[in-house]
């Protein structure tokens, strides 16, 4: 037995839970038969996944023999370890989700439907991560963007749900042609369509075939994972879709892409230079630098979190190009040791994102808002939500004792290393990138700081926000995300342990004697460069913080106490108004970073006899149109719309015509066959 038989059950019960879903899904004791299903699949794929971590590469195999095809070619499957920290994180993103769903959904003919198309999006994914060969891969990764088009389109009658989940498949559409030619040069060069055979026979690409799969494989994959100027689906499409549906997008559906970009740069193409790295490390930190930015001018709960899902997408990336550009000058432990980070972060993200995004559904459903200014004071009236979601708030800042913290120290100590290479462009350049994560990870916790504390601490600022009740809210799901975020801080040198395994596999370094010399301190690959433990880190913290408390339990008087109110400057009454709003908030990285933004501004007045306002209210409106979309998307469309313009008059409806078309067209075939 290996870890793909366990996929088997994962699989089984998704197919399961999507007929249950779909049959019985509009009853209660039906969601909730559906969802329990959900989780056992979930629970399947996490062990599966761990387990293969261990395990290493399982053997290509074709279920029902040879005689099982799919369209195009046989169905062959394989767990590889690169492939088993996706599947873990399946797993647990779709054990969180099938806890929260009964409390979030509403029984009914929608939901049935949503659920359905949901474990059939479990399963896609689990058919990418577990594909053994090209047609397996391209079919499944296919069948994963429709089922995704579906959970996007829950609420269909609206038309930001329309736009958004067009966005989605048309970018998507775009990317797997692009990732379709990839494997298609892959296979002509290699004469296999089997992924191991197509890796056993990378040597056979010339060069200049090798650099074009890659590139096409990184824009194609890049679409899904989405880096700069790839993205503008997922600002579009996660606020729409319901909020496990936009955890699921956003912990998972992206990573997928991440995974394409990992499986082409380490496993079938690796890349003979350095060029392609550089390449590679430059979008991701421009993906980064850009994600977070835009994040800080949003208000929209669920908007703020897609752009910083850019953000940390592009951190990834940005560590998997280091990773080439330290295989490229023979640095394999550095190499080894940033791909080991970055699959860290995989996990990490996934986890402490699908806890955010579900607790923005909270918000909504608690509040019937997700606009930041709108809301305020929620860690009082949602007191349980405020906790798990500030625990995700820590990790996704990388404040310590938090897991986001151990990825990303990992990312920046392996990447402050770049004059190991021996070229100073090239360590200039790391440095460079590493100095942009920097700037990233401050603007990052300037963001979240903002994005805790506008919604969750203060005074409410609507009557929605102050009626808010945590009572029939889901918290189990996003509490268990809530502890894997801790276990993964706490018990790093296990994770790291199970990671540099995999890493073994991918780059036959032995990377786990160099990384972890003891037991619980970290050495980032050279003995001379740096060392922290983050278990030793975590318990100090905690004892750090619990020492203050005790001391106030220990002191506090025993006798009755007064409260009386303290000197507030003079104000009669404080109120919402005064408090700083989301905008107020971010207005000095706004004004700094203008050039980038470049808002339309609009101020209107009641009378404009009196410009300080004083004869009524004065709007002041602030509209900010993405860069890429205004100066790329947007001639891209009015040219497509013009090109449709043009050739219009072909579809004219009479038939004669069309058969004249048929019958130039054989001609034309018949001349090209003759020449």
Known sequence: MNPLDTLYIAAAAWIAAAL???????????????????????????????????????????????????????LELQLTSLAGVFV????????????????????????????????????????????????????????????????????????????????????????FLLVVAAFVILAS??????????????????????AVAYLLALIGFGFKAGLVPLHVWLPEAHPVAPADGSAFLSGLVVKLGIYGIALFAFRLVPAGGAWPGLVTMGIGAMTAAIGILYALRERDIKRFLAYSTIENAGIIVTAFGAAMIFHAYRQPALAALLLLAGLYHVANHG??????FLEAGVVEQATGTRDMDRLGGLVHRLPRSAVIAFVGTLGIAALPPLNGFVSEWLIFQALFQGFRTGSHLIAILIVLAAATLGLTGGLAIYAFVRGFGIPYLGMPRTRQAAAARETGQPIAGPALLAVVCVALAAGAPVMLTALSRATRTVTGVTLGPL????????????????????????????????????????????????????????????????????????????????GLYRPSVSVRRASDDDPAGRS????????VTPVFERYLYRPVIRAVEWLADAIRPLQSGDVNLYLFYVFAMILLAYFLGAV
């Open 20 to 74: 249950t879903g779909l049959l019985a899904g509009r009853t209660r004791p039906g969601l909730l038969a559906c969802c329990a299903v959900s989780g056992i699949g979930g629970a399947a794929a996490a062990a599966g996944g761990g387990w293969a971590l261990v395990y290493g590469d399982t053997p290509v195999v074709t279920p029902g023999g040879a005689a099982a095809t799919i369209v195009g070619g046989p």
């Open 88 to 175: 873990a994180l399946l797993g647990v993103v779709a054990a969180a989700i099938a806890l929260y769903a009964p409390r979030y959904h509403e029984p009914g003919r929608g939901t049935a439907v949503y659920l359905a198309a949901y474990n059939l999006a479990l399963l896609a994914c689990l058919a990418v991560l577990a594909a053994g060969g090209m047609v397996t891969f391209l079919v499944a990764w296919e069948s994963m963007s429709l089922t995704c088009y579906l959970l996007i389109l829950r609420r269909v009658r609206r038309d930001d749900v329309a736009r958004g989940a067009f966005w989605f498949l048309a970018l998507s559409e775009i990317g």
């Open 189 to 210: 060069k290699t004469h296999a369509t089997e992924l191991d055979a197509m890796a056993a026979r990378a040597h056979l690409v010339p060069g200049g075939w090798r």
């Open 351 to 356: 986890c402490y994102k699908t806890l955010l």
């Open 515 to 594: 990384l972890l010399p003891g037991k619980l301190t970290v050495i980032p690959a050279h003995t001379n460069f740096s060392a922290f433990s983050p278990t030793y880190l975590t318990v100090f913290l905690v004892a750090a913080c619990a020492i203050p408390l005790l001391i106030f339990l220990a002191g506090r008087p025993r006798a009755g106490s007064v409260s009386v109110p303290v000197w507030d400057g003079g104000i009669v009454s404080f109120k919402p108004r005064m408090q700083y709003s989301a905008m107020t908030f971010s207005a000095p990285t706004r004004v700094t970073f203008d």
């Open 616 to 623: 009524g209210p004065v709007h002041y409106e602030v509209q």
